[in-house]
């Protein structure tokens, strides 16, 4: 199968580089991570797999190095060789796709007055908190604010839905991930939640 990828790539296939074989008979071939791209794992042909029976492993996976046995058949260097780098047709076929764009942050609505002047402040400094942030403080920044801005939406001074979408607009920006940026922001404000908070009649500071 990898033979016919190979083939379809206009390449050769990429079996120079460090093989164990596997008790069963497969082969796994070992070749060094490209710089820069963060690779997890597939199986078979199942979303951004590779094809029938070629499992992939990176970030957050294992495989079983030579010498250890299952049943006592044991996994032995096949081709003992320095891994190879990933080859670029297999990291094209791999790499994850871009993050979706960041939707455009519509300025929030609060109404006039002083009250709404100090919440407009309050939500922007949070909101420009978490779209400056890098790595690898972006997840903690993105709960800072949460938690500071639920205070104020379990108040009642800030709707939850409105700080929800800027606070996930600033953490797409910074390339945080959706799953990630939503079980974050859900976090903070369920903890800030805890301690609800509500502006004194002509808030201004």
């Known amino acids: ?11 050769r296939p990429p079996f120079d580089t460090h093989t164990v074989r596997t008790p069963s008979g497969g082969r796994h071939l070992y070749f060094t991570a490209p710089a820069g791209l963060d690779l997890g794992n597939t199986a078979g042909q199942h979303g951004r797999g590779l094809g029938w029976l070629i499992d992939t492993r990176g970030r957050g996976g294992y495989v079983l190095a030579a010498g250890s046995t299952i049943d006592g058949r044991p996994y032995t260097v096949e081709h003992d060789t320095t891994p190879a780098p990933l080859p670029d047709w297999l990291r094209r076929q791999l790499a994850p796709p871009p993050a979706p764009a960041a939707p455009a942050r519509a300025a929030p609505q609060l109404g006039a007055g002083r009250r709404a002047a100090y919440l407009h402040a309050v939500l922007t400094a949070e909101v420009d908190r978490v779209a400056a942030a890098t ?7 993105l709960f800072t604010a949460a938690h500071a801005l639920g205070k104020l ?17 600033a953490a797409l920006s910074t390339g945080l991930r959706p799953g990630e940026t939503s079980r974050t922001i859900i976090s903070g404000l369920h903890t800030g939640a805890n301690r609800p908070r509500t502006l004194q009649p002509g808030t201004a500071a």
């Not at 790595?135 to 920044?141: L, Q, Y």
């Not at 939406?153 to 700080?163: R, S």
């Open 135 to 141: 790595k690898p403080g972006r997840n903690h920044a």
């Open 153 to 169: 939406v379990a108040g009642g001074e800030l709707d939850h839905d409105q700080v929800g979408d800027l606070l996930t607009s």
């Open 1 to 11: 199968m990898l033979t016919v990828l190979a083939e379809r790539a206009g390449a």
